[in-house]
């Protein structure tokens, strides 16, 4: 089976005369042209680019990223860590403290947390 969706060719798409046959219904137009191809119904203008993925995030997310890494790096010179998961009872949210060899220090609140992920030095 074959998709009758090709790649675009050369640097405006895919002109009339590379179109598949039966997306021309049954007629292939020679079109050897841009013109001859503009009057066949294939558009013919300036090359598009399209910036869909930026070549990088925005600077306020990698300065998120920076504060994120700077308040771990804060949490493992205190030796402890922060973990996040679902209670296996309620299925909510649970917030651990816990020392670097994974034992638990205590529970603590959302709010807590972001207080500790800020620079607040955990108990």
């Known amino acids: 089976m074959s998709s009758p969706i090709l790649p675009p060719q050369g640097p405006f798409g895919p002109t009339a005369s590379r179109l598949p046959a039966h997306t021309q219904g049954g007629k292939r137009p020679a079109a050897s042209s841009p013109t001859q191809a503009a009057q066949a119904g294939a558009h013919v203008g300036a090359a598009v680019s399209l910036d869909t993925f930026p070549s990088s995030?925005?600077?306020?997310?990698?300065?998120?990223?920076?504060?994120?890494?700077?308040?771990?790096?804060?949490?493992?010179?205190?030796?402890?860590?922060?973990?996040?998961?679902?209670?296996?009872?309620?299925?909510?949210?649970?917030?651990?403290?816990?020392?670097?060899?994974?034992?638990?220090?205590?529970?603590?609140?959302?709010?807590?947390?972001?207080?500790?992920?800020?620079?607040?030095?955990?108990?």
């Open 57 to 123: 995030p925005p600077a306020q997310v990698l300065d998120e990223i920076k504060a994120a890494g700077e308040s771990y790096d804060r949490l493992q010179a205190h030796g402890r860590e922060l973990c996040f998961s679902p209670d296996e009872q309620s299925g909510e949210l649970t917030i651990k403290v816990r020392d670097l060899d994974g034992n638990t220090l205590r529970t603590v609140s959302a709010s807590e947390a972001v207080d500790i992920a800020a620079g607040k030095s955990p108990a």
